[in-house]
């Protein structure tokens, strides 16, 4: 995942998903489905990865 084209609609997925506290209930509010959250979780792990390893190198 290259920084520069991060989605930020992922930053909306992560709020639902903390408001919500479930995958499902946060794909409602967005109209999608429960895999496409997911999708966007696994996405927003592999960002948190990266963060991290920026910031442990530096």
Known sequence: MNINKINLNLLKV???LMRDLN???AAQ????TQPAISNSLQQLRALTIMIHERVTKH
């Open 14 to 16: 992560f709020a639902a």
């Open 23 to 25: 995958v499902s209930a």
């Open 29 to 32: 509010s967005f109209n999608l």
